[in-house]
């Protein structure tokens, strides 16, 4: 897990503009594929369970970052 509870937290392993292979491993509330990249989810729209995808990173947070497939 990024970060902890008093705010601290870790550098995130994925920068935007970095482009990576990814396979979705499970649906986020809202649809989105969730991918995992060293155990940092990545949120990926119209993309589905089981799905292999190459992706581009376009923003990161503290615990998560949002890519599209290319």
């Not at 649809?31 to 060293?38: H, L, N, P, S």
């Not at 799905?51 to 970052?65: G, H, L, Q, T, Y």
Request: charged residues 30%; glycine residues 16%; aromatic residues 12%.
């Amino acid at each position: 897990m990024y970060g902890d509870r008093f705010g601290g937290g870790y550098e995130a392993p994925v920068k935007v503009g970095e482009r990576y292979r990814v396979r979705i491993e499970s649906l986020g509330k809202g649809g989105d594929g969730i991918a995992k990249i060293k155990g940092f989810v990545i949120f990926v729209p119209n993309t589905k369970v089981g799905d292999e995808v190459e992706v581009v990173i376009n923003s990161v947070k503290r615990r998560f970052a949002f890519a599209e497939v290319i």
